[in-house]
């Protein structure tokens, strides 16, 4: 009889639940009863209030134990855990959870699935399906495929990436880039990291689709420098699939060329800004760039460049392997595909929920979410990370998408989402959001680094109360010096979080309705 497979995660968010003293516990606890199992070190499944998420393979498919403790190793495996037994911890079938069952996987369809650092299991589960495809095709092809299938940027700025491709693929030059952002700054957001540390080999496969495509035959991976985990495994991945011939000198046993490298990035939120990134992977002060030129044209070292999220390169293979439509015919108006949803904050239920553009974020929030981990009602939610606005109760209902969100003034940026009870004091918040754009400027230019500095100062007023309507106009007329005089979307869009808040809650500030009107 074959060893029972158990999966225990591998992912920093479950290291952290204390996956590690789970497995050795379980380890022990089966070596003394003398029972046989395969411990399959596995990435997230997504379902952060689970962790440590404990399956184990059954003829049924998998089941699910969670949150485990070390402790419960004992009465787990006295319930007949190997077995997928009955107790306290068990959720039934992983794939039948609904949090899971109701999502659009498409990306993140293996993720919890696979051993990451295995190409036996990357490869039995769909992998390199897309590569091999990409690598019959000419440039032209591709480029049509990847523009037809309505990808846009996932990193924030939700470019169309065909365009960017093309405008690089059309260059002549003697060296050409591929560049990945992975510094994931942005509050309460991980799909990067859980792709770095859970599917390391799709991240690889992506981006030599798009070096194919451009002729680029350098990449670097810039990690976020707080994810040692998410390094290391990169590291490793890489070297695995240069050695199975996935990348290197002849991609695929073909004519093209792909080496890649992973940089450790500057601990800096603004090094996450493309231009800054650059000026850090030359080894220079995170410092922004003015534009132009487009990275596309001169980029690292000045050379043409594609830069892309690890979401926009990790989305590529799945649309390689099905096709451009396929991946099209998900979403709404001009935004396809799905995008991986990052539930944070005072939510009952965090985790990863890909779904195609166009549901709401109340489903989000109480289908997926669950409502508050407080079990006191939402009163904001912000969106977008640090630079998105906060969408009060009466905009839940509108459709994610990139542009029913502008229209409310708002962003999805990486589809992070964090979540704040009735509780939360939203003027401080805006004082935060300025304090953050303080620290984190660059300082290139005058209304990012000074605006933001002023602007605590002037929420500090308005709470203090003297003056206050006076403090309001000029609060507003400080956000909008920012928003047209920034360099980058640093500064520019900082006034998002403070603007909502004090639009949306103005009461929050010390304003009565007829103040705020006035103002
Ligand atoms: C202050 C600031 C921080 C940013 N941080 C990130 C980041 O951590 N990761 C990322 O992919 N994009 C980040 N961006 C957006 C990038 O500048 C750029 O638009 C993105 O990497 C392009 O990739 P995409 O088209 O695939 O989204 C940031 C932008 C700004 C202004
Ligand atoms: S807006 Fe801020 S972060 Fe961006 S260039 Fe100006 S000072 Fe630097």
Redesign the pocket.
């Known amino acids: 009889m074959s060893a029972v497979k158990v999966f225990v995660p591998c992912d920093s968010a479950a290291l952290a639940a204390g996956a590690n003293e789970v497995a050795a516990a379980l380890l022990n606890e089966c070596a003394r009863r003398g029972l046989a199992i395969d411990l399959v070190r596995n990435g997230s499944r997504g379902l952060f209030w689970l962790e440590p998420l404990v399956e184990v393979g059954t003829a049924l498919g998998r089941v699910a134990y969670g949150p485990v403790t070390p402790e419960d190793v004992v009465s787990l495996l006295d319930a007949g855990l190997l077995d997928g037994g009955e107790h306290a911890l068990r959720h039934g079938i992983t794939e039948q959870i609904p949090f899971l069952a109701l999502q659009e996987r498409l990306t993140f369809r293996r993720m919890g699935i696979t051993d990451p650092l295995s190409l036996a299991d990357y490869e039995a589960h769909d992998g390199w399906q897309g590569l091999k495809r990409a690598v019959g095709m000419g440039s032209a092809d591709l480029l049509h495929e990847v523009t037809h299938s309505g990808l ?8 169309p ?1 065909g365009i ?1 491709w093309k405008t690089v693929a059309g260059l002549q030059a003697a060296q050409k880039y591929v560049v990945c ?6 509050s309460g957001t991980y799909s ?1 990291r859980m792709t770095l540390e859970g599917d390391p080999f799709m991240l690889i496969e992506g981006m030599a689709i798009a070096a194919m495509t451009v002729g680029a035959t350098e990449g670097y991976i810039y990690i ?1 420098s707080e994810y040692p985990h998410a390094v290391a495994t990169m590291t490793r991945a890489i070297a695995l699939a240069t050695e199975a011939g996935f990348l290197g000198d002849r991609v695929l046993g073909s004519e093209h060329i792909f080496h890649l490298h992973v940089r450790k990035a500057a601990g800096s ?2 090094c ?3 231009t800054a ?1 650059l000026e850090s992977l030359e080894g220079k002060r995170g410092i922004v760039r003015a534009k132009p030129p487009l990275p596309a044209i001169e980029g690292l070292f000045g050379l043409p460049t594609v ?4 979401i ?1 390169f990790a989305s590529v293979p799945v649309i390689l392997a099905r096709g451009a439509q396929f991946y099209r015919d998900y979403g709404m108006g001009r935004s396809h595909g799905t995008l991986p949803f990052q539930l944070a904050g005072n939510v009952k239920q965090g985790g990863l929920v890909e779904k195609a553009f166009g549901l709401t974020l109340r489903e989000l929030l109480y289908g997926f979410g669950g409502g508050t981990r407080s079990g006191r009602p939402i009163k904001a939610v912000q969106v977008g990370g640090p ?1 998105g606005a906060y969408v009060p109760e009466s905009q839940w209902d509108v459709p994610l998408d990139y542009e029913a969100y502008a229209a409310i003034g708002a962003v999805l940026g ?1 589809g992070g989402i964090v979540v704040h009870d009735d509780t939360a004091d939203m003027a401080g918040l805006a004082r935060y959001a300025m304090e953050f754009c303080a620290i ?1 400027s660059c300082g290139k230019c005058t209304p990012c680094r000074i605006g933001s500095t002023r602007g605590v100062e002037v929420i500090d007023r308005i709470a203090g109360g003297a003056n206050r309507e006076q403090q309001v106009i000029l609060l507003r007329d400080l956000c909008e010096t920012m928003v047209g005089g920034s360099l ?3 500064g520019s ?1 900082t006034p998002l979080p403070v603007l909502s808040a004090l639009d949306h809650y103005p009461e929050d500030f010390g304003l009565t309705a007829a103040d705020h009107q006035a103002a």
Do not use: S
Not at 181 to 186: P, Q, S, T, V
């Open positions: 846009r940027g996932r990193g924030g700025a939700a470019f990436a960017k952002n992975a510094d994931e700054g942005d990067d976020r939120y603004v996450g800004e493309e990134m830069i892309n999220n690890v926009t630079l990486h984190e980058c979307a640093m869009m």
